[in-house]
């Protein structure tokens, strides 16, 4: 790899490290923000621990989609889904910011990571459609499990990407495990708990 090339990919570590500090829409069990990358890390390990062994199924592929699925929240932040409104842009804006941050990328970097990020965006793929699954799951994995403020909806994780956690047996089985604990904390509306 040539030095410039290295300065590049410096750079773009360097830019990728607000990720540790753009919060999203979830709270940790201790009551702190979620950072971007928390939920990235938990996404990748989640992957690792129910795909690693399915022959069906490139980890490496879903790993890397999963890695890059947030990166262009690291210039303009996360948008919650909560809040998102149909035909608003949110993905058109996260992939011009994605090519943002790639800038510094040598150019066979930056078409690798865009090209993982279509297929992504569009669940081209089986990788494709198991990252989009479990990128809800883990979000709503957290909500079960952080201590959120005492307004949280709780009932809007109860319909949140099901078009995406419901055709996969896997997904499905943990969907269903997650549902159930939602609907007990929508009940019990209190934080933390």
Request: proline share 5%.
């Amino acid at each position: 790899m040539r030095t410039d090339e290295l300065d590049g990919i410096l750079t773009f570590l360097r830019a990728a490290e607000r990720l540790k500090t753009v919060t999203r829409n979830g709270w940790t069990s201790t009551g702190e923000r979620e950072s971007v990358a928390e939920h990235t890390w938990r996404l990748c390990l989640m992957a690792m621990l129910l795909y690693g062994n399915d022959p069906g199924i490139g980890l490496a592929r879903l790993l890397r989609m999963c890695l890059i699925h947030d990166l262009g929240e690291a210039i303009h932040g996360d948008v919650p889904a909560p809040v998102q409104q149909a035909g608003a842009g949110k993905a058109r804006q996260e992939r011009a910011d994605l090519v943002e941050l790639m800038a510094p990328l040598p150019p066979a970097l930056r078409q690798e990571i865009l090209e993982l990020w279509d297929e992504y965006e569009a669940a081209m793929s089986p990788e494709a459609k198991l990252a989009k699954g479990l990128d809800k799951l883990e979000t709503i994995l957290q909500h079960t499990q952080g201590r959120n403020p005492a307004d949280f909806d709780y009932a809007f994780n109860l319909d949140y990407g099901q078009r995406f956690t419901g055709a996969d047996p896997v997904l499905a089985a943990l969907r269903t495990r997650l549902d159930e604990e939602t609907a007990r904390r929508a009940q019990s509306r209190g934080p933390g708990r």
